[in-house]
């Protein structure tokens, strides 16, 4: 099963992340999987191009990585299973559950509530993420001529918000929760790799405190440790960006 699934991906970068550890909680390890480097500019080769439209829509418009249009066309993951190809995370992770449902861990809770609360808690996870983007990679998004420090500002308050949401989610369903209750789930596989992201630009633990304890316990989690991106284990030491945030 595994050996009929490609995985082409880059490191530390959460939508990647989120389908490695939905793979390594269904037990499909065996997945044939090839490390892109964003810097060699290998998320462009023709070997995405060939799974991933949209990669192939960047190559039409013959834009470079200089331009900050081509770098807003997401290009990984691209994932292959068999003919299937799947390219949007959140689709690889609802796929992967719906096919192997009875094999690994269930990652989609039968209660209504539960349920709710994972679905819920999985689409805010991508305002989250675009928040916090809007911070940390603010002038990769932003041409040289249209920044504005009033803007990063207003970027930088839109996080706070967003933080004090999330701690406050966490401290409602109480200690060793999950993000929809305690099971960990659909909602922990995609939201997880933007908490590890915060920290690693420099999030203080002591001000958002129960982020900080999520992130201890899921960051303990063997699909979460085996997919720990490469470069983060090889250089530990993070950003500072956030820090008074
Ligand atoms: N909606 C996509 C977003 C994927 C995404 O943003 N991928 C980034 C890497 S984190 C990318 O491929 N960027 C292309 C580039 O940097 O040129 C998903 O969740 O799968």
């Given at each position: 099963?595994?050996?009929?699934?490609?995985?082409?991906?880059?490191?530390?970068?959460?939508?990647?992340?989120?389908?490695?550890?939905?793979?390594?909680?269904?037990?499909?390890?065996?997945?044939?999987?090839?490390?892109?480097?964003?810097?060699?500019?290998?998320?462009?080769?023709?070997?995405?191009?060939?799974?991933?439209?949209?990669?192939?829509?960047?190559?039409?418009?013959?834009?470079?990585?200089?331009?900050?249009?081509?770098?807003?066309?997401?290009?990984?993951?691209?994932?292959?299973?068999?003919?299937?190809?799947?390219?949007?995370?959140?689709?690889?992770?609802?796929?992967?559950?719906?096919?192997?449902?009875?094999?690994?861990?269930?990652?989609?809770?039968?209660?209504?509530?539960?349920?709710?609360?994972?679905?819920?808690?999985?689409?805010?996870?991508?305002?989250?993420?675009?928040?916090?983007?809007?911070?940390?990679?603010?002038?990769?998004?932003?041409?040289?001529?249209?920044?504005?420090?009033?803007?990063?500002?207003?970027?930088?308050?839109?996080?706070?918000?967003?933080?004090?949401?999330?701690?406050?989610y966490l401290?409602k369903l109480g200690?060793?929760s999950?993000?929809?209750g305690?099971?960990?789930?659909?909602?922990?596989?995609?939201?997880?790799?933007?908490?590890?992201?915060?920290?690693?630009?420099?999030?203080?633990?002591?001000?958002?405190?129960?982020?900080?304890?999520?992130?201890?316990?899921?960051?303990?989690?063997?699909?979460?440790?085996?997919?720990?991106?490469?470069?983060?284990?090889?250089?530990?030491?993070?950003?500072?960006?956030?820090?008074?945030?």
């Open positions: 099963m595994a050996e009929d699934m490609t995985l082409l991906w880059g490191s530390g970068s959460p939508p990647c992340w989120r389908v490695m550890i939905a793979l390594e909680e269904k037990n499909l390890q065996g997945y044939n999987q090839k490390l892109l480097s964003f810097e060699k500019m290998e998320h462009k080769s023709q070997e995405v191009l060939d799974i991933n439209p949209r990669g192939q829509l960047a190559s039409r418009q013959n834009l470079s990585c200089s331009s900050v249009a081509d770098c807003l066309i997401p290009q990984l993951p691209t994932f292959k299973h068999g003919d299937n190809a799947v390219n949007e995370s959140y689709a690889v992770c609802f796929y992967l559950e719906s096919q192997f449902q009875s094999q690994g861990n269930k990652l989609i809770p039968d209660s209504p509530a539960a349920q709710a609360l994972m679905y819920q808690r999985m689409f805010e996870g991508l305002t989250f993420y675009d928040k916090l983007n809007a911070v940390i990679y603010y002038e990769w998004f932003v041409p040289e001529g249209e920044r504005h420090d009033s803007a990063l500002k207003r970027n930088r308050e839109a996080l706070a918000t967003e933080l004090k949401l999330w701690e406050g401290e200690a060793g999950y993000l929809a305690t099971a960990f789930s659909l909602a922990d596989a995609t939201v997880f790799p933007t908490v590890a992201t915060l920290f690693r630009f420099g999030l203080s633990a002591e001000r958002y405190p129960k982020l900080a304890e999520y992130h201890a316990v899921v960051k303990e989690r063997p699909s979460v440790k085996a997919s720990w991106p490469p470069h983060w284990l090889e250089n530990p030491q993070g950003q500072d960006t956030l820090k008074d945030i």
